[in-house]
């Protein structure tokens, strides 16, 4: 694939941590301004996909809206997708804070032939860690249409390639990358991630 964006979803509601998850901060940084450093060492341009657009200007990425608002992440993939000028783009969410270029360029590593790779860990598909072709947005846009909403439902419709973590080879784990962050006591945990390294 020629010309791969970087997308970052932030447009949760992050009802469980009861603020914004993009701009909780690690360190010296706000999540989000840490993936865009991050993802702009492999990947570009970078998109963040957010209603709020006013919230992430003058970081170093282009920001761009639902199309059709309300629809969750796979809204969230489309309008990624969909802005991406060359074949595709590595999507991330925003609070996955220690997923890695390295880890995107693995994945885009496995991609010929197929319109996206996704990552699996532990036997459960990782949707939102996935690098996908615009070949994919026909058959996202006829889900989001008839409001089928759920991401992997759409795979069997496209040629999906699954990687396993344990495929993997890379400096920091996949259990660290794929960190989650949905509550107070997993952003504690975050925090300690980030401080030890």
């Keep these: 694939m020629d010309g791969i964006s970087g997308v970052i979803l932030a447009g949760g509601r992050s009802s469980r941590m009861g603020q914004n998850k993009a701009l909780l901060e690690l360190g010296e940084k706000t999540i989000i301004e840490g993936q865009i450093l991050e993802l702009g060492k492999a990947f570009a341009p970078l998109i963040v996909v957010s209603n709020q657009p ?115 080879s890379l400096p920091r784990s996949a259990a660290e990358q794929l960190l989650n962050i949905n509550t107070p006591a997993e952003l504690q945990q975050a925090r300690r991630i980030f401080d030890d390294c």
């Design 54 to 168: 006013e919230l992430y200007s003058g970081l170093g990425a282009q920001v761009v809206q639902d199309q059709y608002p309300g629809y969750g992440p796979l809204a969230g993939i489309h309008a990624g997708l969909k802005s991406a000028p060359g074949d595709g783009a590595f999507i991330i969410p925003c609070d996955m804070p220690f997923i890695t270029a390295e880890l995107g360029l693995e994945l885009l590593a496995q991609f010929e032939g197929s319109d996206g790779v996704v990552l699996s860990n532990q036997g459960k598909l990782e949707p939102l860690c996935a690098v996908y072709h615009k070949r994919c947005l026909p058959v996202i846009e006829k889900f989001l249409q008839e409001k089928h909403l759920k991401i992997i439902d759409f795979y069997p419709f496209v040629n999906m390639r699954v990687l396993s973590v344990e495929e993997l």
